[in-house]
């Protein structure tokens, strides 16, 4: 695929498809920082002192923030070495997880809402929406299945590859599973259905 300001330069000469772009992004920044903006509509008067939740919160968001942080430093690190070119990454958090990026960013999110859940009320609760819509995104629309796909159209065929992906949690750091060539199937060979 072109460079991202190449394919926005792409997407800028179809109207249609520049207005859908830009409400998608407005609407991620809305759901991913609603609780934040729920929290800060209250008034000074309002405020209340720190409590545990708020700690956990902010503890789950250091720790998402972190780990997205050093996988995204380790991915630019591992693309720009020319010795690279045309691998994947299974180095640093990437050997216990294939998606570590999205685990911190899933965390960090995770960790706003519970930070601000101490002083949601009623109908705040829905509030929920954003590491749910974040979960959801990543995991079922735009980051996790269009990279795996991507993943299997290149690399599918390898077996070391189908071995990391058979062992490498898609999603939490974790340690490798155990499994082997001879217990495992091709991601790109669909499943044989005999057919009466």
Same mark, same amino acid.
């Given at each position: 695929?072109?460079?991202?300001?190449?394919?926005?330069?792409?997407?800028?000469?179809?109207?249609?498809?520049?207005?859908?772009?830009?409400?998608?992004?407005?609407?991620?920044?809305?759901?991913?920082?609603?609780?934040?903006?729920? +929290?800060?509509?209250?008034?000074?008067?309002?405020?209340?002192?720190?409590?545990?939740?708020?700690?956990?919160?902010?503890?789950?968001? +250091?720790?998402?923030?972190?780990?997205?942080?050093?996988?995204?430093?380790?991915?630019?690190?591992?693309?720009?070495?020319?010795?690279?070119?045309?691998?994947?990454?299974?180095?640093?958090?990437?050997?216990?997880?294939?998606?570590?990026?999205?685990?911190?960013?899933?965390?960090?999110?995770?960790?706003?809402?519970?930070?601000?859940?101490?002083?949601?009320?009623?109908?705040?609760?829905?509030? +929920?929406?954003?590491?749910?819509?974040?979960?959801?995104?990543?995991?079922?629309?735009?980051?996790?299945?269009?990279?795996?796909?991507?993943?299997?159209?290149?690399?599918?065929?390898?077996?070391?590859?189908?071995?990391?992906?058979?062992?490498?949690?898609?999603?939490?750091?974790?340690?490798?599973?155990?499994?082997?060539?001879?217990?495992?199937?091709?991601?790109?060979?669909?499943?044989?259905?005999?057919?009466?």
């Amino acid at each position: 695929p072109p460079p991202p300001l190449q394919r926005f330069d792409q997407i800028k000469i179809n109207p249609p498809r520049f207005f859908a772009v830009w409400t998608i992004q407005g609407a991620w920044v809305t759901l991913t920082a609603i609780s934040v903006f729920v +929290v800060n509509s209250y008034g000074a008067t309002d405020d209340k002192p720190i409590n545990g939740v708020d700690v956990l919160g902010y503890i789950v968001w +250091v720790v998402g923030f972190g780990i997205e942080v050093t996988a995204d430093n380790q991915k630019s690190n591992f693309a720009a070495n020319p010795n690279n070119k045309g691998k994947w990454i299974d180095e640093g958090l990437w050997y216990y997880s294939r998606h570590p990026n999205y685990f911190g960013e899933m965390s960090l999110w995770l960790g706003q809402f519970i930070a601000a859940s101490s002083t949601l009320q009623g109908a705040q609760w829905a509030c +929920v929406i954003s590491p749910i819509f974040v979960f959801f995104l990543l995991m079922k629309i735009s980051g996790v299945p269009m990279l795996e796909s991507r993943g299997n159209e290149k690399w599918g065929s390898d077996p070391n590859y189908r071995l990391y992906m058979a062992n490498t949690h898609v999603l939490l750091i974790l340690p490798k599973g155990k499994k082997t060539l001879e217990n495992i199937e091709s991601p790109l060979v669909p499943q044989q259905t005999s057919q009466v």
